[in-house]
Structure formats: C-alpha cells, structure tokens
C-alpha cells in the first residue's frame, strides 16, 4: 500500500505569520522586518535577559504545547522579575523538527497568553529545522540605577522568599515514578512544575526596597549562593520556616528539606531587605498578591548556616543544579 501523501505543511514565513506575528502596540515595529524597533522611556535602563529550553532537559517530551509555551516565557520573565524590570518585549529563536501545527497552535496560544497578561510583546525572531529548541530574549525596562541585582546584600538584612518551594521538584520525581502522589496533588504540583507565575508585580514592588534579589531556578542554596558570593555575605536560613504546599508537607522530611532547598524550577525571588523594612516588604507583597515568607538573615561571616525550628544547626549536603556538573556542589 501507498504511504499516505504527507499533507502540505506550512512554510517557515506561513507559519510566522500565522503563529507568531501579533499586532504591536508599544514596539516601533515588530515581526517582518530584518530589525524590530525599539524606543526606550527617557531615564529608564534596558534588562535583557535570555533563557533556553531544550526537550529532554528543561521539559518532557509530554508537557502540552500551551503549557511548553507558557512555561518558555514565563522563565524569562522571571527573570525580569528578579531584576525589578518592567517587560516590554520579547523575541523567539524556535528550532522544530518538522511543522506540527497542533504544537505550534498550543504553543503559540500559551506563549501569547502570558505575554498579554504582561504586556510584554513578542517583536522577532528567527525559525530553524531541529531538534525541539525554544529561546526566549526578553526585554524590560528598570529606571537608570534601580535594577535589583545579586551583588548588594548587607549583613543584617532579612532574607525572604516569595510563595512556596519544592512543588516543581516533586512533580519531576513523580514523572520519573521515584514519588507515588494522588491524582489531584499531582495536577497541583504539575502546575507549578509547567505553569509557573513569574513573580514580576513583586519585583517591581520591590524596587528601592529589597537590598539584593535572585530568582530559584536551581534551587534555594544555589541561587542563595549568588547573591552570598555576589555579596561577598554569608547567611543563616530556617530549614523548617521555609514555605511549602500541604501537598509538599505530606512527604518525610527529608525529602521536604531536599525538594525545599535543592528543587529548583521554582521561579520564586529570594531577596534581603533591610530589617527595619519588614513592613514595607509585607506592604509590597500585599500589592503584589503574592505571599512573601522571612527564611533567614544576611550574615557578614561568609559561608551558609541552615538551622531548624529551634535554631539547632541541621546539616546539609544540597547543592545547586548545574548542567555540566553531575555532583551538586556543596555550599
Ligand atoms: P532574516 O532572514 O532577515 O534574519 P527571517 O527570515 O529569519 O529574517 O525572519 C523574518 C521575520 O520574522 C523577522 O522579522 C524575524 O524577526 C521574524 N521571525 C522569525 N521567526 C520568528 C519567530 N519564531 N517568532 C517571531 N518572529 C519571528
Ligand atoms: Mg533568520
């Protein structure tokens, strides 16, 4: 029997005209020409931040195409957020194997859902035959001197976390059948592992308040890690005051302690603050709508100190995820 005859598929200039071209609104110009234009605000500084993500490594082959969409720049986004930065626009280098148009309808209509929410405008990129690649330069906008960075934290200064840790973790280990959860705890930790909500109202609110900031995406300790080497600072963090979902607090302890710590792929800011602003901090998470949790200090000894409930040091052989690294390297 004949093969059937593949259906004409789109070409690389159909596919981002129909999949990728939005209407722009704030950007000079958009998707079609050889450059986008952009015009910056007088007195604002430009943050530009790239993130990629391969299948395999960053997502599962099976994440829905809106999810994958959603999950691309919401990590870049995230991004911004730590920065304090305002999004205004973004690109996509996408790499597909072949035109799969339910991936590219779901992608794009995940991918563009959360840049409205932002307002943040997709301007260009570039489309290539591959392995399933997606990279995402986003661009925001900081007034000139006020962009959080990782390298002011001062000793003293109180150290806080936004939402919860650990739950993008657990949905991995459930994926890879090494943690066995119900079927309503799991949909709610795989939303946080393939829906994550960048945290940029926060970081906005934050500027001029937080003294340093990061956002998880390998983990607590180790992204705590750059802004304690960044900083030249150490830090004292409570093991057992850490945020984390019911579904999170039903598991042994030590695996809390390992996914709270270690997870990664959280995409909540880590940020200090000076004591005496604790009700400022708590002001600008309220306008936000995001809770936000003290976990520890800024110490001027350099090193990190985990302790429990009690202030009893625990110890701790987590590290911080790195692709070229197999062992995690402790703190
Ligand atoms: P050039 O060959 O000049 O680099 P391309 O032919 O690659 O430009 O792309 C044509 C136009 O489509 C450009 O404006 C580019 O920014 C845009 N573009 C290409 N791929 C994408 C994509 N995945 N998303 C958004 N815009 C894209
Ligand atoms: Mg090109």
Redesign the pocket.
């Known amino acids: 029997m004949e093969p059937p005859a593949p259906a004409a598929s789109l070409g690389?200039?159909d596919l981002?005209a129909k999949y990728?071209?939005p209407p722009v609104r704030r950007a000079a110009l958009?998707?079609?020409?050889?450059?986008?234009l952009l015009a910056s605000a007088p007195g604002t500084q430009l943050a530009i931040s790239s993130d990629m993500l391969v299948e395999g490594r960053h997502f599962l082959s099976t994440v829905a195409p809106d999810r994958l969409g959603h999950k691309a720049l919401a990590v870049n986004l995230s991004d911004l957020a730590a920065c304090g930065a305002r999004p205004v626009a973004f690109?996509?280098?996408?790499a597909l194997p072949f035109v799969d148009e339910a991936l590219l309808a779901g992608f794009s209509a995940g991918l563009l859902a959360l840049a409205r929410e932002h307002d943040c405008e997709?301007?260009?990129?570039?489309?290539t035959r591959g392995p399933l690649n997606v990279c995402i330069t986003v661009f925001g906008e900081v007034p000139a001197g006020a962009a959080l960075l990782r390298s002011t934290a001062r000793p003293g200064d109180d150290l806080y976390v936004s939402g919860t840790l650990g739950d993008a973790r657990l949905a991995l280990e459930v994926f890879r059948g090494n943690v066995a959860l119900p079927g309503t705890e799991f949909d709610a930790v795989r939303r946080a592992m393939e829906l994550p909500a960048p945290r940029v109202a926060l970081g906005i609110a934050l500027r001029g308040l937080a003294t340093s900031a990061i956002d998880v995406s390998d983990g607590l300790l180790g992204d705590l890690a750059h802004i304690r080497r960044g900083s030249g600072v150490g830090a004292t963090l409570d093991v057992d005051g850490l945020p984390r979902s019911a579904v999170l607090g039903g598991l042994s302890v030590a695996l809390q302690r390992e996914y709270l710590l270690a997870g990664g792929d959280d995409y909540e800011l880590v940020f200090s603050a000076a004591a005496r602003d604790a009700d400022a901090v708590q002001a600008a998470a309220r306008t936000a709508g995001v809770p936000v949790t003290r976990i520890g200090r800024i110490d001027a000894e350099p090193g990190l100190r985990l302790v429990d409930g009690h202030g009893q040091p625990v110890e701790h052989r987590y590290g911080s995820f790195d692709h070229f690294r197999s062992a995690a390297a402790p703190a």
């Open positions: 690389e200039f981002i990728f071209t958009g998707v079609g020409d050889d450059c986008a690109t996509l280098a996408l997709l301007i260009g990129g570039d489309t």
